[in-house]
Structures are given as C-alpha cells and as structure tokens.
C-alpha cells in the first residue's frame, strides 16, 4: 500500500541537544497557537512532533532533575518524522530564529544562529532522501 506523500517518513540525524532547541522552539509555536485559537491546526501536529521526540531520544528524562545530566556531550539520535512534522518543525524554526534575531541581544542573536544552522542540517539530510521544501 502507498503512502501519500504527506505520510512519508524521513530520518534525520541530530545531536540530543538540537532535538532540545527543536522541542522547545514546538512547544512556543504550540503555546502561541493555544493563544491565537490554533487556526493552522498546530497544537495537534506540533504535539505529536514532540512526543515522537521523546519516544526517540534514548534516555529521555522524566522529571526535571533527569535534565541535570542528560543528554551526554555528542549524544545523537535519528530522528523519523513524517513530511508534514518535518514542515512544521522547519517553519517554526524559521519563525521563532527571526524573532531571536529581532531581540537584538548577543545571547538572542546566538540563539537565532543556532536556529537557522539546525534548520540548514535538517534541509540538507531532508534533500538527500528526496524531499524538497514547500
């Protein structure tokens, strides 16, 4: 049976701690949409990009002192996702790396950069399997 095409799953591999920039660049994106009334239909997707993501980081933590010593320097993890998460995870990092970038601090404009590389590693790993932005 065929998938359709935004069924298609993707794999891409990240460092640990640049699932946790992604995870929390979702979480405002959801949050934000929580507010706004979700008109884009992101709290579901968004959540289910999220969950993915701990499911398939080995060792997630389960409290907030788990977080003290995890992820290991280097760790990394393939991430499968599906084409439409994929886009979701993209844009809000596009979204949410402008308006770090718009803060104007140097810790801001850091975190803007770090954004933008994540999305460009992505991009490049999402291209070899085929797939092409929207």
């Known amino acids: 049976m065929n998938r359709a095409p935004e069924e298609t799953t993707y794999q891409v591999v990240l ?5 946790l920039i992604i995870d929390a660049t979702i979480d ?5 949409e929580v507010v706004e009334g979700d008109p884009r239909g992101v709290v579901s997707l968004g959540s289910s990009i999220r969950k993915a993501g701990w499911r398939q980081n080995p060792g997630w933590p389960r409290d907030a002192k788990g977080f003290e010593s995890w992820p290991a320097p280097g760790q990394e993890a393939t991430m499968t996702l599906t084409a ?4 979701l995870v993209l844009s809000a990092l596009a979204r949410w790396s402008a308006v770090s970038a718009s803060l104007g601090d140097p ?7 770090e954004e933008r590389a994540i999305a460009t590693l992505i991009r490049a790993q999402l291209a070899t399997q085929g797939w092409s932005a929207p």
Request: charged share 30%.
């Open 84 to 87: 439409v998460q994929w886009e």
């Open 15 to 19: 460092e640990t701690r640049q699932w």
């Open 28 to 32: 405002n994106e959801v949050s934000t």
């Open 107 to 113: 810790e801001s404009g850091a975190a803007a950069e």
